[in-house]
């Protein structure tokens, strides 16, 4: 599935030992007497600054130290979920799992755990148990942007089109501009053979982010409603930008096609073939 990202699963990295956690009833003000004194915010600082330099292991290491600094700390839970996700940053995907299970058996009504959760089963293929973690996300937070993103995707290719229309339109309702408002309904739209109506949105998400792969979805919905013209502009520009993007050629093979233009698509193809394969 396109959400997901290409992470490969590791079981290595640091040892860690959970502490015994406390469930946060509401939210925490920070004690700030001697704020700047205290191991466990040195060593959170200590972590951000790892994190900001890709240091990982240190990242996590810090945090771990920090926890077992203050066992009871109510703010443990929400740093074992930052925690699982540096674990994630890293590569090691088992471990980033392991961590962030205990983070919503412990404090079920945390949100960052289960979006983070979400985001770590669909990174490894478990897509059904990723979409329940995004439900769960809605049923805390009916207005929660992300996550109603990625359940509303995730219905889309799944063939719930009201789902996906339901999530969407909480999207358009609170965030009408954003990038991921355009390539939902954008991908809804061409999806369910609506190119019309998906070119708006795709023509919004193109400017904001012209990615060959929302370029592609754009000219071919310019091509399916014949506006040869605008469809041949975003090509264009496109392979520009990705000469070695197999599906641009084979669009604008499409394209030549539609204007007779035999022998030029037939070119098109050939350099798509070439890409496809190395040779």
Not at 7 to 14: E, F, K, L, N
Not at 61 to 76: I, Q, S, T, Y
Request: charged letters at 25%; proline letters at 5%.
């Amino acid at each position: 599935m396109a959400l997901a990202l290409g992470v490969t699963a590791q079981s290595r990295g640091p040892q860690l030992v959970v502490p015994n956690y406390q469930k946060i009833p509401a939210p925490v003000e920070r004690d700030t007497s001697g704020y700047d004194e205290r191991p466990y915010f040195i060593l959170i600082d200590q972590s951000e600054k790892a994190l900001a330099e890709n240091d990982y292991e240190a990242a996590a290491l810090r945090l771990v130290e920090a926890m077992g600094v203050e066992p009871d700390n109510p703010l443990n839970v929400a740093l074992m979920s930052n925690l699982g996700m540096i674990y994630f940053y890293d590569g090691k995907d088992s471990l980033a799992l392991k961590c962030l299970d205990e983070v919503v058996r412990r404090s079920p009504g945390l949100i960052a755990g289960h979006e983070n959760r979400g985001q770590v089963l669909a990174a490894i293929g478990r897509d059904k148990e990723a979409y329940a973690e995004y439900g769960t996300v809605i049923s805390l937070d009916s207005l929660n942007t992300n996550s109603r993103f990625y359940h509303g995707m995730m219905a889309l290719y799944m063939g719930d089109l009201n789902t996906a229309g339901d999530d969407f339109a909480i999207l358009e309702s609170v965030v009408p501009l954003a990038r991921t408002t355009n390539l939902a309904m954008g991908t809804l739209y061409a999806l369910t053979s609506r190119e019309a109506e998906a070119i708006p949105y795709l023509r919004k998400l193109v400017d904001i982010d012209p990615q060959a792969e929302y370029s592609s979805m754009l000219a071919q919905c310019y091509l399916v409603t014949d506006r040869l013209a605008e469809a041949s502009d975003v090509l264009a520009k496109a392979i520009d930008r990705y000469p070695s993007e197999p599906q641009l050629y084979l669009l604008r093979a499409r394209l030549h096609r539609a204007r007779y233009e035999m022998d030029t698509a037939a070119a098109d193809e050939a350099l798509a073939r070439k890409l496809q394969t190395g040779r």
